[in-house]
């Protein structure tokens, strides 16, 4: 829908757009109003997808290599990893 605007913004502006919606997510999650949520999501999923395009990456194809055979760290369906922070 906009690749012409996104290839002329680039990779470091489109970043930037990214991470500003990441934050209103945040003042959404944080009011926990359902229509500023829905919306928020949307808008830092489509973010994040104009950022896998620009860089060449295949979001569907890298989102299936690594998480469709089940967890990454413990690969099981359903993680059975301790809750603990990322190493």
Same mark, same amino acid.
């Given at each position: 829908? =906009?690749?012409? %605007?996104?290839?002329? @913004? *680039? /990779?470091?502006?489109? =970043?930037?757009?990214?991470?500003?919606?990441?934050?209103?997510?945040?003042? $959404?999650? @944080? $009011?926990?109003?359902?229509?500023?949520?829905? *919306?928020? =999501?949307?808008?830092?999923?489509?973010?994040?997808?104009?950022?896998?395009?620009?860089?060449? /990456?295949?979001?569907?194809?890298? /989102?299936? @290599? %690594?998480?469709?055979?089940?967890?990454?760290?413990?690969?099981?369906? /359903?993680?059975?990893?301790?809750?603990?922070?990322?190493?």
């Amino acid at each position: 829908m =906009f690749g012409h %605007k996104d290839q002329q @913004r *680039g /990779i470091d502006g489109t =970043f930037m757009w990214f991470m500003e919606e990441v934050g209103e997510l945040a003042g $959404a999650l @944080r $009011a926990r109003n359902q229509a500023e949520l829905e *919306g928020e =999501f949307a808008d830092v999923l489509a973010w994040l997808v104009t950022l896998a395009n620009l860089t060449g /990456i295949d979001l569907e194809a890298a /989102i299936a @290599r %690594k998480y469709c055979l089940g967890c990454p760290r413990c690969e099981q369906q /359903i993680c059975e990893c301790k809750l603990t922070a990322k190493p």
